[in-house]
Structure formats: structure tokens, C-alpha cells
Nanobody, 118 residues
Framework: QVQLVESGGGLVQPGGSLRLSCAAS????????MSWVRQAPGKGLEWVSR????????SYSDSVRGRFTISRDNAKKILYLQMNDLKPEDAAVYYC???????????WGQGTQVTVSA
């Protein structure tokens, strides 16, 4: 059974930090590029960051570059997102996404809520 389970969300003050995790199971994690995607209340999905299957290449949206860091541990099958200097506009449900290198296979987690408020 394929599962992507996010954790680490919560309430943080502006300028604070959170570390999100996404635990994968039921598929070959190392064959999938991984991304974080978020959805703020009343808005559509916004891509945040991506990491290649081996972890060698990362990319970020302009809105988070320099503040967020994506990483992965293929041995543990966990994806991370270190979020620093959080802003109110970062508040959203954060989802992890797995996309296979060569097929249309794609999986989504259930999301974790991040709230940024004083």
C-alpha cells in the first residue's frame, strides 16, 4: 500500500522555523523525484520545491528560495522541508508529491497544516 505521510506542521510566529517530514512507504522511493506543494486557504496549488531522486539537484519557487531547504534520506525513505524565516504568506496546507522518473506514476500525501501568526 502506497503511503506518503506528512508531519511537522503547526503554529509558528513570523520569523520562526519549522521542519516538515514526509515518510514514504509502499513504492521505490529512490526512483521518484519528490516535491513539496502548498495550498493556502481559498487559493490553488502552489509548487514550492523539488528534489531529484538521488538528491543531487534541488529547485525552489521564487517565494521561498533562500528560506526553505528541501532534502531527502533515501535509506529512511523520508523527504524533508526545512522552513526558516516564515512569513504569514507561507501559511498553507503542505503536501508532498512523488513523481516517477519515467512513468506517469504519481502519489500525494494527505497534507500538513502550517500556520504563521503572531
Amino acid at each position: 500500500q502506497v503511503q506518503l505521510v506528512e508531519s511537522g506542521g503547526g503554529l509558528v510566529q513570523p520569523g520562526g522555523s519549522l521542519r516538515l517530514s514526509c515518510a514514504a512507504s509502499g513504492f521505490k522511493f529512490e526512483n521518484y523525484a519528490m516535491s513539496w506543494v502548498r495550498q493556502a486557504p481559498g487559493k490553488g496549488l502552489e509548487w514550492v520545491s523539488r528534489i531529484t531522486n538521488g538528491g543531487s539537484t534541488t529547485s525552489y519557487s521564487d517565494s521561498v528560495r533562500g528560506r526553505f531547504t528541501i532534502s531527502r534520506d533515501n535509506a529512511k525513505k523520508i523527504l524533508y522541508l526545512q522552513m526558516n524565516d516564515l512569513k504569514p504568506e507561507d501559511a498553507a496546507v503542505y503536501y508532498c508529491n512523488a513523481k516517477h522518473l519515467y512513468t506517469n506514476s504519481e502519489y500525494w500525501g494527505q497534507g500538513t497544516q502550517v500556520t504563521v501568526s503572531a
